[in-house]
């Protein structure tokens, strides 16, 4: 059974960093595509950033882009988001999730298959 565990996340002051990770089991971080995403309530999920199977390439959001630097460590099966100079508006639930597709051209998926329960990223004075 694929289970997603997200952590790291908190309460952190503007121009601070974070870093979240999410440790999977019943499947292999580099079997399939994986990504990060938030959600405001209220608001549509966003995109924050994915690596692509099989190719292993990394995609971000424009609004994160050369602020965030999503990774994995394979051998421990976990996947990091480190986020750096954050601003009020990086606020949000963050999520981890997979998707069993493959995607074409320099983007992450629209809709993504499973997904962990997410940890909450407070940016705040």
């Known amino acids: 059974q694929v289970q997603l565990v997200e952590s790291g996340g908190g309460l952190v002051q503007p121009g601070g960093s974070l870093r979240l990770s999410c440790a999977a089991t019943?499947?292999?971080?580099?079997?399939?595509?994986i990504g990060w995403i938030r959600q405001v309530p209220g608001r549509k999920r966003e995109g924050v950033a994915c690596?692509?199977?099989?190719?292993?390439?990394?995609y971000y959001a424009d609004s994160v882009k050369g602020r965030f630097n999503i990774s994995r460590d394979i051998p421990k099966n976990i996947l990091y988001l480190q986020m750096n100079s954050l601003k009020s508006e990086d606020t949000a639930v963050y999520y981890c999730?997979?998707?069993?597709?493959?995607?074409?051209?320099?983007?992450?998926?629209?809709?993504?298959?499973?997904w962990g329960k997410g940890t909450q990223v407070t940016v705040s004075s």
């Open positions: 999730a997979t998707y069993w597709g493959t995607v074409e051209g320099e983007t992450c998926p629209a809709e993504y298959d499973h």
């Open positions: 019943g499947y292999t971080l580099d079997s399939h595509v």
């Open positions: 690596i692509h199977y099989p190719a292993g390439s990394s």
